[in-house]
């Protein structure tokens, strides 16, 4: 289907990655925003832009009906859901394909199986694809639960089914923390989640956290884009990313990267995608979730790969197929990403809104700045606090690492309190630089950092 | 009679939009009238998808809560008074 006007059910800095893919493209844009969201570059960017509804996501970015009548009203012919909001929900991409709506993302199947970790678990292994140790199926009372635990053996994860990055998760020492856990789990999984279902996995000590880009035409083909490391996280939030990934040997990386794509192949899975993997000290690599939504993070794919992956959605989802062979793919140089937030590093974290005053973007060679800042903007309190990413280039790490540190330093958003300090110190750190680090790098390095100003 | 000077102010640490309960269906942190404890959870605040506790200074009665659940408020604004 030849496709002419798309709206963007998202804001800030993905609504004008969006629109720019867009544009390139040669469709016309329609972006939508809620009352809080008035002043926000995106509605300017784009050809088109309509009020959607109140401040709050659930009113504006949330309301799937309103966004579909709205598409309908003023003849777009398909939808991008950017990435959170309506991203993975598999009922809003009913609803698109049910009012002639092109959904451009994953099908409904896709989706739910993603949302679903232990039918994606029992789908990956059966195509021959490496999970971490743990129950084949759902655990439905504590003596059930102790007995598979016993086979496994401690330390083990107890997970919800129906969660995912990171919520949920409870730790297991021994038999004595799932006896006191178990039904405690299962209900704050019916409360959060709405469904109860829990199973267990082996606890993967200091893994690495590795996800592969793919893109599939949803008819069985698939290509890989290499893959990402995405293990600098602050509670199963993730602050800086990187691609390649350090510290993987040639012989570990191909085969996770054939695993990925057997992932794709066999699912049938459609436009972009992500296969996330655990990493465990001895390069054993595991299944952990599948992600069908465009990342955060994709900009250092399309930076070493030299792929616009908005752009391939886009093809995809006009039935133009990939638009590029995996013979085409390879590596080029090193990306690095970090994610400025408004939160203070210096205060937990906690989130700073409140209006720019004074701003600078970094720029030169090999850097790029996703963002959807300006000075005078006013960062509202009802949304995430992501403000924009820095992407730095390098044909070595070496030079990429120089770069972003040389952006960071030139980058200013005053007197927003951000992570760019906080990032700053992460990529000087001697262990970030040696490429070694695991998922417990920013625990550590916090721990280290408030012991020395005790 | 309670004096004015005897009304300590409890004022939002950050912006955000203000809940007097827990969740929609649950019943409210602390009513008019009602004794706190020092640590005790008065309200959420929820900035940015982030959600804060707001807790009491110190033990004291409730002497009033001036914003509207659910309404958005300053970083500083007043958003209760304990009589103490």
């Given at each position: 289907m030849n496709l002419s006007k798309v709206l963007i059910a998202n804001r800030g800095e993905i609504a004008l990655r969006i629109i720019r893919s867009l544009k390139e493209t040669g469709l016309c844009a329609a972006a939508i925003y809620s009352e809080a969201d008035q002043s926000c570059v995106h509605v300017q960017m784009a050809d088109e832009s309509y009020e959607i509804g109140a401040a709050a996501a659930s009113k504006s970015y949330l309301s799937m009906t309103r966004i579909v009548d709205l598409a309908k009203k003023i003849k777009a012919d398909a939808i991008h859901p950017g990435y959170?909001?309506?991203?993975?929900?598999a009922e809003f991409a009913s609803l698109c394909e049910g009012a002639g709506l092109v959904f451009i993302g994953p099908t409904p199947d896709n989706m739910r199986l993603a949302g679903d970790k232990l039918a994606a678990r029992m789908t990956v292994e059966k195509l021959g694809v490496p999970v971490v140790p743990g129950s084949d199926h759902a655990l439905l009372t504590l003596e059930e639960a102790k007995e598979v635990a016993r086979q496994i053996t401690y330390p083990l994860m107890l997970k919800a089914s129906?969660?995912?990055?990171?919520?949920g998760i409870r730790v297991l020492s021994d038999e004595s923390v799932l006896e006191e856990e178990f039904a405690s789990a299962a209900a704050e999984a019916r409360a959060a989640f709405g469904d109860p279902t829990l199973y267990l996995e082996k606890l993967i000590q200091r893994p690495r956290h590795i996800e592969v880009q793919i893109l599939g035409d949803g008819q069985g083909d698939a290509i890989h884009l290499l893959e990402r490391n995405?293990?600098?996280?602050r509670r199963h939030q993730k602050l800086i990313e990187e691609a390649?990934?350090?510290?993987?040997?040639d012989s570990v990386r191909k085969r996770i990267h054939a695993a990925a794509l057997s992932v794709a192949k066999g699912i049938h899975y459609r436009n972009a995608g992500t296969i996330e993997f655990l990493v465990d000290e001895n390069d054993n690599f595991y299944f952990m979730e599948l992600n069908a939504r465009i990342q955060v993070e994709h900009p250092v794919t399309e930076m070493i790969t030299g792929v616009d992956l908005v752009n391939a959605q886009i093809s995809i989802a006009s039935g133009q197929?990939?638009?590029?062979?995996?013979?085409?793919?390879s590596q080029w140089g090193h990306a690095i990403e970090c994610r400025i937030n408004a939160e203070d590093p210096d205060m937990e974290f906690v989130p700073s809104p409140g209006k720019v005053e004074d701003y600078w973007a970094p720029g030169g060679f090999g850097v790029r700045f996703d963002t959807h800042l300006y000075p005078g903007y006013e960062i509202p309190i009802?949304?995430?606090?992501?403000?924009g990413k820095l992407i730095a280039w390098g044909r070595t790490r070496e030079r990429a690492l120089r770069t972003m540190g040389r952006a960071l330093q030139e980058l200013s958003i005053e007197p927003i309190k951000t992570t760019r300090p906080f990032l700053y110190e992460v990529i000087r750190h001697k262990e970030f630089i040696e490429g070694t680090?695991?998922?417990d790098f920013v625990e550590k390095m916090l721990e280290t950092r408030s012991a020395e100003a005790e | 009679m309670t004096s004015e000077h005897s009304l300590i102010p409890v004022i939002a640490p950050i912006s955000g939009v203000f809940y007097?309960?827990?969740?929609?269906e649950q019943p409210a942190y602390v009513e008019v009238g009602q004794s706190v404890k020092k640590g005790q959870t008065l309200c959420l605040l929820e900035t940015m998808k982030v959600f804060t506790k707001l807790k009491a200074p110190?033990?004291?009665?409730?002497?009033e809560i001036i914003p509207e659940d659910g309404s958005t408020i300053g970083k500083r604004e007043t958003l209760f008074r304990l009589k103490i």
């Open positions: 959170g909001f309506l991203a993975e929900n129906a969660g995912g990055g990171g919520r995405c293990s600098v996280q390649p990934s350090p510290a993987l040997s197929g990939i638009g590029v062979i995996q013979h085409e793919i009802y949304y995430d606090s992501l403000l680090y695991g998922l | 007097r309960k827990p969740a929609p110190m033990d004291g009665e409730v002497a």
